[in-house]
Structure formats: structure tokens, C-alpha cells
């Protein structure tokens, strides 16, 4: 069975301060792995994916993570954040031939000024 | 192009009853889901459409749920009758078959049942 944990469940940083979100996952296969956000009031937007290649993987607005097969984790870094970064954030498995997504409880994170 | 899309964004409607969430995925996507999210269950798959075909409905909390996906191109949701305990979110999302597993979600449907 696959799953996913987020051990934080909220997480607070300054503007400007790095942030790393954990991600552990379970899957008895290859795993195809997703970092999404959610802004308050919104859908889950797409930040990055590993499915396969270089460990370490570039997404959208800064936010980059690392594949590490040993630790069966996928975390989420950030060198410095933005007020517009508070948001929820959800990390999730998948692959294989349906396509089906596991996603974690998800990571609220709250940036101070 | 045109992102996934749900209608309508928000309704509020009394117990018993029903409901009808619709949505539009991408074109050329041929995998729908229906999430439902709330705030003590998290992001819950209710089912799961492959070319327009219910692949896996085990989600579905039971038999007041039914989703259909008459074509590629419109899913629905229907809750009857509804309940307070089916307040929540629900997101439509698609992918295509072939792909890396990405899901692209619709911006969700808030359901609040009186």
C-alpha cells in the first residue's frame, strides 16, 4: 500500500528565512512524487514532481526538493520566503499503471513578517 | 487552455436535499478524480474515472454518493440526499493516462449542508 506522512502539521518561518518541508513516503515500487500547494480558498497548484532522473528537482516559484531512495523521503526546500508562501502544502505518490495519488495530511505553513 | 472547471463554487443547501457538483476536465485528459476535503479527514479520492469509465468507486461514502461521466468531456457529483456531515470541499481533478501521474485540480466546490 502506498501513503505518505507529513510530520508537521504547521510550521511557522520569518520572511526572508528557509524553509524545508519533510515528506516520507511509502510505495512498494519506483515512485512518481508531487509537492502541491493550496492558497486559502483555492485548488491544489502543481510545484514540482520526481518521476524519475537528477534527485533534485526545480519547481515553480523557488521551491525545489530532493529525492533521497534510502530515506524514502521527497522533501521541500525554499532558500528564502515570501509572505506569499503561506499556504497549505501537500506531498503525494503515485505511479504505475493507475495513476491513482496518495497524498499526505498536508503542511500549513504561516510566514511572519 | 483552459483549466480544469467546477461548478458551482459554492453552495449552501438544507438537509435531505440533493446535490449536483459538476466538472469539466482538460481536454485530451482521459483520468477524472473526485476529492472530497475536510478539515478532520484531510483530502479523501471519493472515485476515479478512466476513459469515462468508474475504475474505482471505494471511495464513495456510501450509497447517497454517485458520480457519473456520461462523456470525456463532463463528470458529475450527486449527493441525495445530503447531509451535514457531507459539508466539505470537493475538488475535481484530471490527468492523462500516459503521463507522469500529474493531477491538474479544479479551484473545488464548497458544499455546506444546513
Known amino acids: 500500500a502506498q501513503s505518505v506522512t507529513q510530520p508537521d502539521i504547521h510550521i511557522t518561518v520569518s520572511e526572508g528565512a528557509s524553509l524545508e518541508l519533510r515528506c516520507n513516503y511509502s510505495y512498494g515500487a519506483t515512485p512518481y512524487l508531487f509537492w502541491y500547494v493550496q492558497s486559502p480558498g483555492q485548488g491544489l497548484q502543481l510545484l514540482l514532481k520526481?518521476?524519475?532522473?537528477?534527485?533534485l528537482v526545480q519547481g515553480i516559484k523557488g521551491f525545489e526538493a530532493e529525492f533521497k531512495r534510502s530515506q524514502s523521503s521527497f522533501n521541500l526546500r525554499k532558500p528564502s520566503v515570501h509572505w506569499s508562501d503561506a499556504a497549505e502544502y501537500f506531498c503525494?505518490?503515485?505511479?504505475?499503471?493507475?495513476?491513482?495519488?496518495?497524498f499526505g495530511a498536508g503542511t500549513t505553513v504561516t510566514v511572519r513578517a | 487552455d483552459a483549466g480544469v472547471i467546477q461548478s458551482p463554487r459554492h453552495e449552501v443547501t438544507e438537509m435531505g436535499q440533493e446535490v449536483t457538483l459538476r466538472c469539466k476536465p482538460i481536454s485530451g485528459h482521459n483520468s477524472l478524480f473526485w476529492y472530497r476535503q475536510t478539515m478532520m479527514r484531510g483530502l479523501e479520492l471519493l472515485i476515479y474515472f478512466n476513459n469515462n469509465v468508474p475504475i474505482d468507486d471505494s471511495g464513495m461514502p456510501e450509497d447517497r454518493f454517485s458520480a457519473k461521466m456520461p462523456n470525456a468531456s463532463f463528470s458529475t457529483l450527486k449527493i441525495q440526499p445530503s447531509e451535514p456531515r457531507d459539508s466539505a470541499v470537493y475538488f475535481c481533478a484530471s490527468s492523462a493516462t500516459g503521463g507522469t501521474g500529474e493531477l491538474f485540480f479544479g479551484e473545488g466546490s464548497r458544499l455546506t449542508v444546513l
Open positions: 520526481y518521476f524519475s532522473g537528477d534527485t
Open positions: 503525494a505518490v503515485g505511479g504505475g499503471g493507475d495513476y491513482k495519488l496518495s
